[in-house]
């Protein structure tokens, strides 16, 4: 079992940054692909970025690569989505999930890391705002 608490969501203007943070509990986080997910109402749930387990390969969609850094310390079972240069279509509920999937490739921005029906743990997320 793994719990997920995500912070660092807020109110930021347009061109501003954001860092958000994932703590995870448990000895094993390591093992677990972390994944960063956004919704707003009457959207589906959209893919933003993963990270495996070891930290040396990641994912991003096209929507913000470029502007979103993921990032993970294993040491502080943390995983870390920076924001750069937001946009008010950034606006949306944030959440992080973990999963031990086996990822056969990073080198895509699809795969099993970017479905969400495919993470089993989930934060209750972290409001992000951003005003034009």
């Known amino acids: 079992q793994v719990q997920l608490i995500e912070s660092g969501g807020g109110l930021v203007q347009a061109g501003g940054s954001l860092r958000l943070s994932c703590v995870a509990s448990g000895r094993t986080f390591s093992r677990y692909v972390m994944g960063w997910f956004r919704q707003s109402p009457g959207k589906e749930r959209e893919f933003l970025a993963a990270?495996?387990?070891?930290?040396?390969?990641?994912a991003y969609a096209e929507s913000v690569e470029g502007r979103f850094t993921i990032s993970r310390d294993n040491g502080k079972n943390t995983v870390i989505l920076q924001m750069n240069n937001l946009a008010p279509e950034d606006t949306a509920l944030y959440s992080c999930?973990?999963?031990?999937?086996?990822?056969?490739?990073?080198?895509?921005?699809?795969?099993?890391?970017?479905?969400?029906?495919?993470?089993?743990?989930w934060g209750r997320g972290t409001q992000v705002t951003v005003s034009s």
């Open positions: 990270i495996r387990g070891s930290g040396d390969a990641t």
């Open positions: 999930a973990a999963d031990l999937m086996i990822v056969p490739r990073w080198d895509t921005r699809l795969g099993p890391f970017s479905d969400w029906k495919n993470y089993d743990y």
